[in-house]
Nanobody
Framework: QLQASGGGSVQPGSSLRLSCAASGLTLDYNTIGWFRQGSGKGREAVSCVDWIGGSVYADSVKGRFTTTRDNAKNTVYLQMNNLRPEDTAVYYC????????????????WGKGTQVTVSS
């Protein structure tokens, strides 16, 4: 199982670090995706880090968000800097085995989301 945590309410320009912790699943043998869903919107991909360590990001977060792994802690992080109001959403992490992409419909394991609210 996966559990995302670390969300909160912050002002624009602030930073947050989300964590995706796993139990019963070894994350270093999985490709991990971060997704988000704003109120009244569909779920969208934010980032994907494959099992080798390569990362891709949505254009809207490129240069501001970074995904890292801590295999010793079986945890993946999403560092979010320079947050904007449009980043407000529930953030989810998901995993799908030894793949090199993160299609929304192709993720195998999903965690419960964590709310991120960015407002002044």
């Amino acid at each position: 199982q996966l559990q995302a945590s670390g969300g909160g309410s912050v002002q624009p320009g602030s930073s947050l670090r989300l964590s995706c912790a796993a139990s019963g699943l070894t994350l270093d043998y999985n490709t991990i995706g971060w997704f988000r869903q704003g109120s009244g919107k569909g779920r969208e991909a934010v980032s994907c880090v494959d099992w080798i360590g390569g990362s891709v990001y949505a254009d809207s977060v490129k240069g501001r968000f970074t995904t890292t792994r801590d295999n010793a802690k079986n945890t993946v992080y999403l560092q979010m800097n320079n947050l904007r109001p449009e980043d407000t959403a529930v953030y989810y992490c998901a995993a799908r085995g030894l793949k090199n992409d993160c299609p929304l419909s192709g993720m195998t394991y999903w965690g419960k989301g964590t709310q991120v609210t960015v407002s002044s």
